[in-house]
C-alpha cells in the first residue's frame, strides 16, 4: 500500500467550481491587489480572530516585514527557536539582524523558561515559532516580553487554528505570520503568506511595505518590497477557506487515531499533549527508538515518513558565523535523533492509517 505525504491532488480533485471562479476573474484583468484580495484578507482576519490582515507572497515574508515594522535593524538580536524550518532565520538574517537561539521542549517549541537568560540590551524581538501545530507557550512568554518591553511576532506559519484557552495562534502579539504554502493546511497553490494584526498603525505600514511603499502608483512614501499575494492565489484562498475547521478537525481525528496505537508501542513515545492546547497537526511527529531503521522500514513497505528536521538550524553551515557547537542545544539534539513524521492529512483514510499503525508494530516485533 502507498501512504503518500502530500495529499494535494486529492484536495484539488474535484474544484470544478474553483476553475469556474479562476476563469471569472482572469475576465476581470483585476491582477494586482485586487477585490479578490481584500475579500480574502478579511475572511482570514476573521478565521484567526484580528481585525486586520495583509497578503504577502510568502511565509518568510510575513515574519520579515513584521519585523521591520517594529524597526528591527542590522546588529539588532532577535531570540527565536534552534530547531525550525529555515525561512524563520532566514527573515531574521535578511534584515542584518542577529538570531538568538533558545532549545526547545518536547512540543518542539520553544522553551520558554530558558528565554530570560538569553535576553541582552542589544535584544529586540522574540520570533517564538509554532512548529508542527503545536504553540509555544504564550501565556509565559507574554510576561517575559511586558517585563523586558520586547515585542513579539508570533511565527505561526504551521499553526493555522492552533489555540491555547481557545485563543488563536496569531493573537497572542501584535503580529502573527502566517504561511500559505502548498502544504499548509490552508494554501494558495504557490508560495504565499499573510500577517495578521489588529493594531491599525501597524496594518498601515505593513500594506506600504509590501507594496513598494507606494502610495499611489506615482508617491513612494517609504522604501518597501515587493512582496505582494497574487490576486488569483486569494480566488484560490477563498475557495478554500471556508473548509479551515473541517481540515484542523480532521487533522486532530487523524493524530489522535494514531495516538491511541501508536502510544501502546513501548518503542514509540508520544509527545505532551497539553491540555487547552488545541494542536492542529501541521506534521505529526513522535519519537521513534531505532528511529533511522524505522524511517527505512517505512520508506520500503511505501509509507512517505520524513524527519522534521534531521540537522537543527543552529547546525547548518549557514550559521557557522553564530559559533555554535553541537551539544549547545541538547533537546533539539535530541529530537532530530528520534522524531519520525507520519502522514496525517486530513485525505487519509481509515485502511492507510491503520497500515501505517500495522508496519510500525510490525518493525518493533521483528527487533
Excluded at 541582552?120 to 512568554?141: C, E, N, Q, W
Excluded at 531503521?293 to 520500503?300: E, G, N, S
Excluded at 513497505?301 to 543552529?314: D, L, Q, V
Amino acid at each position: 500500500m502507498k501512504v503518500r505525504y502530500s495529499y494535494l491532488s486529492q484536495q484539488f480533485s474535484n474544484c470544478d467550481d474553483l476553475w469556474r471562479n479562476l476563469k471569472n476573474f482572469v475576465k476581470t484583468g483585476d491582477f494586482t491587489l485586487g477585490k479578490e484580495l481584500l475579500k480574502f484578507e478579511k475572511k482570514f482576519a476573521k478565521l484567526i480572530g484580528t481585525k486586520y490582515a495583509v497578503g504577502v507572497n510568502s511565509g518568510t515574508d510575513a515574519i520579515k516585514l513584521s519585523l521591520k515594522v517594529i524597526g528591527i535593524k542590522p546588529g539588532d538580536e532577535v531570540i527565536t527557536a534552534a530547531n525550525t524550518f529555515v525561512a524563520t532565520v532566514g527573515a531574521i538574517c535578511e534584515l542584518g539582524a542577529i538570531p538568538v537561539f533558545v532549545d526547545c521542549d518536547d512540543s518542539f517549541c520553544l522553551d520558554v523558561d530558558l528565554v530570560e537568560k538569553k535576553i541582552s540590551r542589544k535584544t529586540k524581538a522574540i520570533v517564538p515559532v509554532h512548529f508542527t501545530g503545536y504553540m509555544t507557550d504564550m501565556i509565559k512568554l507574554n510576561k517575559i516580553a511586558k517585563k523586558y518591553k520586547i515585542p513579539i511576532v508570533e511565527d505561526a506559519c504551521q499553526s493555522i487554528l492552533a489555540s491555547i484557552n481557545k485563543k488563536n495562534s496569531g493573537t497572542w502579539s501584535d503580529f502573527g505570520a502566517f504561511s500559505l504554502h502548498p502544504l499548509k493546511n490552508i494554501n494558495v497553490w504557490s508560495d504565499g503568506g499573510i500577517i495578521v494584526t489588529s493594531n491599525k498603525k501597524y496594518y498601515e505600514h505593513l500594506k506600504l511595505l509590501r507594496n513598494h511603499g507606494l502610495v499611489d502608483r506615482d508617491n513612494v512614501k517609504i522604501p518597501g518590497y515587493n512582496s505582494r499575494l497574487d490576486t488569483f492565489q486569494a480566488v484560490v484562498g477563498n475557495w478554500l477557506i471556508p473548509s479551515a475547521k473541517k481540515i484542523a478537525d480532521q487533522r486532530i481525528k487523524n493524530a489522535n487515531f494514531y495516538d491511541e496505537s501508536l502510544g501502546k508501542i513501548k518503542e514509540i513515545s508520544i509527545p505532551p499533549r497539553i491540555k487547552n492546547y488545541k494542536i492542529v497537526y501541521h506534521l505529526y511527529i513522535v519519537f521513534a527508538k531505532k528511529r533511522d531503521d524505522l524511517l527505512k522500514y517505512c520508506l520500503k513497505k511505501g509509507i512517505e515518513a520524513k524527519i522534521h528536521y534531521p540537522i537543527p538550524m543552529y547546525r547548518q553551515p549557514a550559521m557557522k558565523y553564530l559559533k555554535h557547537k553541537k551539544g549547545d542545544f541538547p533537546v533539539s539534539d535530541r529530537h532530530t535523533k528520534s522524531i519520525i513524521s507520519f502522514p496525517c492529512d486530513q485525505h487519509l483514510s481509515k485502511k492507510q492509517m491503520n497500515y501505517v499503525i500495522k508496519c510500525v508494530t510490525e518493525f518493533y516485533s521483528k527487533k
